[in-house]
């Protein structure tokens, strides 16, 4: 959400300094989140932006976005009010979801990796866009910083486990974050993980 708000803000060419020009944006930003694990989904104002949200400079310029405290208070709202209507259950993720958004949640995980292998594995995801090494290097470790102004989340809270995934595969993060939820019998009595 926070990035659909930044791709917003760069569209319509508003200062992301201006923090109240920004949070004005949220008067016209309908935000729509298409929860289907199999194919997820984000659009603003009408416009599919799921694959727009991970261009370099919306990655760039996130952090004035994430950093802004009323569009925070409003985002953290929405996501509260997405997880409570998910009858079945969700997956969320997101820098201050343990503690701030879904303090409560069933399994809470505090994903970390060696800075040297997020930046490596977000300069792979950037390929097609050819994005220098050294730039993606000040995205990863300048939002780091600057988040970690408004949200506490290089630490793990009391109750949420932590997976530290340098060295794992995507494969290995999924089953080591499956070890932690709780078999819950269905009605005919299977494991609902499958």
């Known amino acids: 959400m926070y990035r659909a708000i930044t791709w917003l803000a760069l569209e319509e060419g508003v200062d992301l300094e201006d923090r109240a020009a920004v949070a ?5 930003a309908s935000i729509e989140v298409d929860l289907d694990p199999r ?4 659009a603003i104002n009408g416009v599919d932006v799921s694959d727009a949200i991970r261009a ?6 996130v952090s004035a976005i994430a ?8 985002l953290v709202a929405r996501q509260k009010k997405l997880i409570a209507d998910a009858a079945e ?3 969320a993720e997101g820098r201050d979801i343990t503690t701030v958004v879904a303090p409560d949640a069933h399994v809470r995980v505090l994903l970390v990796a060696d800075p040297a292998a997020r930046v490596a594995r977000r300069h792979a995801e950037l390929a ?3 994005v220098d090494v050294d730039a993606v290097h000040d995205q990863v ?20 486990h932590v997976v530290d995934s340098t060295s794992l595969s995507l494969e290995e993060v999924i089953e080591t974050i499956f070890a932690f939820v709780p078999v819950r019998a269905l009605g005919d009595g299977r494991d609902p993980r499958g």
């Open 128 to 130: 097609e866009h050819q």
């Open 67 to 74: 950093t802004n405290l009323d569009v925070r208070t409003y």
């Open 141 to 160: 470790i300048r939002r780091d910083r600057d988040d970690s102004m408004v949200a506490e989340f290089e630490s793990a809270a009391p109750g949420v």
């Open 56 to 61: 370099p400079e919306v990655s760039k310029a």
């Open 39 to 42: 194919r997820p989904a984000i």
């Open 89 to 91: 259950g969700i997956v």
């Open 24 to 28: 004005r944006l949220l008067d016209h």
